[in-house]
């Protein structure tokens, strides 16, 4: 297992679309196991494989609360949206590729997902509270989005600006 870096914005490559898997082999398994290590590493409780650099649609996350000694490591293969209520919910954001910085985002407060387990198996949930914000914040990144995209555009090109600048910073050394 290895700790894979996490690309930070404005890393262009956080905006590409990224494809479904066409066969879970022994690639995608070690890409899960990675982003695992790499979202405990961090920490976080959800990650998208794009945000690791592979744009592939692969979704890795854990809600369990940090009280319970048991972990909850949950993988989610080309996950599609099938449904979300008319109802809303707002949660304050956070993202591993926005380090430090948070937002309040609006969001259908219940979705209902489809998806492939690690071994092909086809599921669907229906999701509400932190899963279903975190479900849409990770299939967001799966399609080039960002929880910045749903905030103010005031709000968004200020903190766009905050991380250019720090990334043109870290390059001039
Ligand atoms: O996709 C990501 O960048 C991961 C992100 C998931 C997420 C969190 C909150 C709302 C929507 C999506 C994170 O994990 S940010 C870090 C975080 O929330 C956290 C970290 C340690 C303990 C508890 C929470
Ligand atoms: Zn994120």
Redesign the pocket.
């Known amino acids: 297992m290895a700790v894979r870096e996490i690309l930070i914005l404005p890393d262009k490559r956080l905006r590409r679309v990224s494809e479904p898997v066409k066969k879970i082999d022994a690639g995608i398994r070690k890409l899960v196991e990675d982003m695992f290590e790499s979202m405990y590493d961090?920490?976080?409780?959800?990650?998208?494989a794009i945000?690791v650099g592979i744009p592939k649609r692969v979704i890795t996350m854990d809600l369990s609360k940090?009280e319970e000694t048991e972990k909850n490591p949950q993988v989610f293969i080309n996950p599609e949206v099938l449904w979300r209520s008319e109802e809303k919910a707002t949660?304050e954001?956070?993202?591993?590729?926005i380090p430090e910085y948070y937002g309040d985002v609006e969001r259908p407060a219940q979705v209902k997902v489809k998806y492939l387990d690690l071994e092909g198996k086809p599921h669907e949930i229906e999701a509400n509270g932190l899963l279903a914000?975190?479900l849409q914040?990770?299939i967001d990144?799966t399609n080039g989005v960002l929880?910045i995209d749903h905030i103010s555009k005031l709000k968004r090109d200020r903190v766009v600006k905050k991380f250019a600048k720090a990334a043109k910073r870290s390059v001039a050394g």
């Open positions: 961090a920490p976080g409780i959800g990650l998208a945000q940090k949660y954001e956070g993202c591993l590729s914000t975190v914040h990770e990144h929880f």
